[in-house]
C-alpha cells in the first residue's frame, strides 16, 4: 500500500514537469544536483560526531552544530581521542606517532598530509585499524537503551505499588498488551508466550523509537545500517534454534509422514529456510527505512531546484504527505519485525500429534 502511494505522488510529480521551471542555467543545476545527492548520501551515512546541522558563511566556511564522540580504534595498541580532532573528515587527526583521515565515512591510517591511496576501482588502499568507535549510531542505540531501561523500569514499580497504570504507563499500557494478546498468544500460544515477552517487547519499542527518531532534523539512521537490521535479526535466529523443540528438527530433517528418499531432498531445503527467515528480516527492515528516507529527502530536495512557487509548493506538499507516512511506516516495520520473530518462535515451540496426523 505505501509503495503504491509513493509511486503515485512520484509520478503525479513527474507528469507536471513540463509545466515547472528549473533553476538556473545547466552547471547551477548541475551543482544543485550534486549537492542535493552528497547531502541524502551524508544523511544516511553514520558519522564519528553527533551533529544537528551545519551551514556556510558567506566566507565559505562549513560551520558544524554538534558535539564530538569518542573514536577508539586498535592500532598497534589502543588509540583513544576525540572526533573533533577529524573535523567532520576536513582535517587530519595526530594521535602519538600515528595519523588518522576520514574517506567516504571510513577511518584509514596516513600520513602527515593526509594522503589516501586508491586501486583501481578508487577503493583506500590505506591500512584501516580495527574501529570499536562509539558513532553516532551506536550512541543512538544507547541512548534508547537506557531511555527504555529506564522508562519500563519504573513502570513496573508502579504496579507493584498500585493495579492502575499512572503517568506514561497509561500510554505504554494499551501498547504492551496489543503485542501480548495480538502478536505474541496468537502465533507462540499460551502455553510457551511468556518465555519471549520479554524480547518481542524490546524489540517492538526499539525498532519503534529508532524509527521515529529517524524522520527528525537530527539525521539519525540506525535501522538503515544492515549492520544493525543483521544484530536484529541473528538474534531472533538464535532465539529461535536454541530454544525450539525436538519436533522442530524432526520437521526439518526427517518429516514425518513423507517417503524417506523425499526426506533426503526436503531436508537441505528446509534447513536453508531457517536462515532465509532472519535473512529476509535484515533486508526487509533495512531496505524499507532506507527507500523511505531517499524518497523523503529526494523530494524535500526538489524544492530548491524548482525556481516556481508551484514545483517547489507540490514538492513540499508531497514531502509533508510521505513524512506523514512515514510515521506510520515507522510503527508498521515495528510490527512487522515483531509478528514475524514471534512466528518463528511459535513455530520452534509447537507441538504435533503425530499419532493423529499418522
Not at 346 to 357: L, Q
Request: charged share 15%; net charge neutral; glycine share 6%.
Amino acid at each position: 500500500m505505501r509503495s503504491k502511494l509513493t509511486v503515485r505522488l512520484i509520478a503525479l510529480l513527474f507528469f507536471l514537469l513540463p509545466f515547472l521551471s528549473i533553476a538556473g542555467e545547466k552547471g547551477t543545476e548541475t551543482d544543485i544536483k550534486s549537492e542535493i545527492k552528497a547531502y541524502i548520501q551524508h544523511h544516511l551515512e553514520d558519522t564519528y560526531d553527533f551533529g544537528f546541522y551545519s551551514y556556510t558563511t558567506d566566507e565559505g566556511v562549513h560551520k558544524y552544530k554538534g558535539f564530538p564522540l569518542p573514536v577508539i580504534l586498535w592500532d598497534n595498541g589502543l588509540q583513544v581521542f576525540s572526533s573533533s580532532k577529524l573535523h567532520h573528515g576536513e582535517s587530519v587527526a595526530h594521535v602519538g606517532d600515528a595519523y588518522y583521515k576520514l574517506d567516504h565515512g571510513k577511518l584509514y591510517k596516513t600520513d602527515a598530509e593526509g594522503t589516501i591511496n586508491y586501486d583501481e576501482y578508487h577503493h583506500a588502499t590505506n591500512v584501516k585499524p580495527l574501529d570499536f568507535s562509539i558513532t553516532k549510531n551506536v550512541f543512538t542505540i544507547m541512548m534508547v537503551s537506557l531511555l527504555l531501561l529506564i522508562v519500563f523500569s519504573r513502570m513496573a514499580k508502579k504496579y507493584k505499588t498500585s493495579a492502575l497504570p499512572s503517568g506514561v504507563a497509561r500510554i505504554l499500557e494499551p501498547i504492551v498488551l496489543y503485542v501480548r494478546d495480538d502478536i505474541a498468544i496468537p502465533n507462540i500460544g499460551k502455553k510457551h508466550y511468556k518465555r519471549y515477552m520479554s524480547y518481542l517487547l524490546t524489540v517492538f519499542f526499539f525498532i519503534w523509537t529508532i524509527n521515529l527518531l529517524g524522520l527528525t532534523p537530527l539525521g539519525i539512521n540506525v535501522t538503515n545500517n544492515i549492520a544493525v537490521t543483521f544484530c536484529l535479526a541473528l538474534l531472533t535466529y538464535l532465539i529461535t534454534t536454541f530454544t525450539a523443540k525436538k519436533d522442530y528438527w524432526m520437521h526439518i530433517f526427517w518429516m514425518p509422514g513423507v517417503p524417506k528418499l523425499m526426506r533426503l531432498v526436503l531436508a537441505p531445503i528446509e534447513l536453508l529456510g531457517t536462515l532465509i527467515k532472519p535473512f529476509s528480516l535484515m533486508i526487509r527492515l533495512y531496505a524499507n527505512i532506507t527507500a523511505g528516507h531517499i524518497v523523503l529527502m529526494s523530494l524535500i530536495g526538489l524544492m530548491f531546484i524548482f525556481k516556481s512557487w508551484l514545483g517547489s509548493s507540490l514538492s513540499f506538499v508531497l514531502a509533508f504527505g510521505l513524512g506523514i507516512l512515514e510515521l506510520l511506516v515507522a510503527a508498521l516495520q515495528a510490527y512487522i519485525f515483531t509478528m514475524l520473530s514471534a512466528l518463528y518462535f511459535g513455530s520452534a515451540v509447537e507441538e504435533h500429534d503425530h499419532d493423529h496426523a499418522h
